[in-house]
């Protein structure tokens, strides 16, 4: 079995910098892509941040505001988010492109972590 932890959210007031983690745990034999995800109530779920061997891609409205990076060794990738304003408040999903010990490889899925931007 393969699990997505994530943590790191919260309600912070605008202007302030949340860093989110994601560590994956059990039966991993590698890990490729890594990546956020957000999804607002009554919306569908749109990339944040993902990141690939040494590539990130970013969406749009992130640019130059989230940094997303990876530690291999701990199979873990962060977000870490800057000048936080209302309008990013969301669920944040963490997901992962994993190989198991199998040789079975899918996308999987953290449970998500609510982060609140309010003043």
């Known amino acids: 079995q393969v699990q997505l932890v994530e943590s790191g959210g919260g309600l912070v007031q605008p202007g302030v910098s949340l860093r989110l983690s994601c560590a994956a745990s059990g039966s991993i034999f590698s890990i490729n892509a890594m990546g956020w995800y957000r999804q607002a109530p009554g919306k569908q779920r749109e990339l944040v941040a993902i990141?690939?061997?040494?590539?990130?891609n970013y969406a749009d409205s992130v640019k130059g505001r989230f940094t997303i990076c990876r530690d291999n060794a701990k199979n873990t990738v962060y977000l870490q988010m800057n000048s936080l304003k209302p309008e990013h408040t969301n669920v944040y999903y963490c997901?992962?492109?994993?190989?198991?010990?199998?040789?079975?490889?899918?996308?999987?899925w953290g449970q998500g972590t609510q982060v609140t931007v309010s003043s």
């Open positions: 990141i690939s061997g040494g590539s990130t």
């Open positions: 997901t992962a492109l994993i190989a198991t010990m199998k040789l079975q490889e899918r996308n999987y």
